[in-house]
């Protein structure tokens, strides 16, 4: 099958976003409008940070196991039920704290926990956060018109949203990979919405279609890739999809040589939003299939059970 591409600019672009919903939840956006020296500057910076030795990267690692951000050294998790441990390590920001929400923990309550190298990591991430805030509003409305409702039926959901931007490096595979380990395993997304800037290299990005078959996601030039989490699907009673995806390792040849960077950027709703099928996805012949859930434990329970796995 053919990837789905979405020009935002375009007029028809909602109902482009509701056909790749329902078909694979997976869809590369153009005409988004962020500034590409924004995108750069935040990649080097990431970069950057990778390249540092491994005791100078692990001061960035939070000492509160109820704070979810920071560093992740190799094989520190699994985001498959039961796979052996991801092979990336990682830099996770969280959302501005959120005093607000006491229930949430480190989750929002903490400040930002930056490395001390390099200098510009704060202020490239900060601009870039902001700008895939406005990028995941932009997608929120867009998901409002496609499913037909108001265009800011989800503005009061996402107001305080505590989306984390995360940093990946596949580093290169100098031994081989132990029986079903890979760079992470196959895995939903949990909240609304996932933006993707992904690196050029091999061993890369795959979705699961509907017919069961693995597709290689494509590279967009100046482009985001899209999906939907888990939230989504709650929200929207199935009618779109949540779709499992891995990272799969690079071909033998290269492996030793060839390392892979992505930036993603997970956006969650407030900690205490109700998520519950929207009037629009059903009626008398398709009731609910999901008990409402809030935004909030939900993160919490998936993050806790993606490091229990490792």
């Not at 789905?4 to 590369?28: E, K």
């Not at 305080?160 to 990946?168: F, G, I, K, N, W």
């Not at 709650?234 to 799969?248: C, E």
């Not at 492996?255 to 099928?277: G, I, K, L, Y």
Request: charged fraction near 25%.
């Amino acid at each position: 099958m053919r990837f789905p591409i979405v020009d935002l600019s375009a007029a028809d672009a909602p109902a482009s976003i509701n056909a790749a919903c329902c078909d694979i939840g997976f869809f590369a956006v153009v005409g988004h409008d962020v500034p590409a020296e924004v995108v750069d500057d935040a990649w080097r910076a990431a970069t950057a940070f990778f390249d540092l030795p491994l005791h100078e990267k692990l001061q960035s690692q939070s000492k509160d196991p109820d704070f979810p951000y920071g560093f992740f050294p190799i094989e520190e998790e699994s985001l498959g039920d039961g796979a052996p441990p991801d092979l990336n390590e990682s830099f996770n920001l969280g959302p501005p704290p959120r005093p607000e929400v006491a229930a949430a923990g480190g989750f929002a309550l903490s400040s930002r926990l930056w490395p001390r190298a390099p200098a510009e990591l704060q202020s490239t991430w900060t601009a870039y956060y902001s700008e895939m805030e406005t990028l995941a509003a932009r997608l929120m409305r867009m998901f409002a018109c496609a499913l037909e409702l108001d265009e800011r039926f989800f503005d009061d959901k996402i107001d305080r949203h505590l989306s984390a931007l995360r940093a990946l490096n596949y580093p290169e595979q100098i031994s081989t990979p132990v029986p079903g380990q890979v760079r992470a395993a196959e895995h939903t997304d949990y909240g609304t919405v996932t933006i993707l800037k992904p690196g050029k290299a091999t061993g890369g990005l795959e979705v699961l279609t509907a017919a069961g078959e693995w597709l290689r996601v494509p590279h967009v030039e100046q482009g985001f890739i899209v999906n939907l989490g888990d939230l989504m699907q709650v929200w929207t009673n199935d009618r779109w999809r949540s779709t499992l995806h891995r990272v799969v390792n690079p071909d033998v040849e290269v492996a030793a040589t060839e390392r892979r960077q992505s930036m993603a950027f997970f956006h969650q709703p407030n900690w205490d939003a109700q998520v519950e099928c929207l009037p629009s996805c059903t009626d008398a012949d398709n009731p609910p299939r999901h008990p409402p859930t809030r935004s909030g434990p939900w993160l919490r329970a998936r993050v806790e059970a993606a490091h229990e796995h490792h």
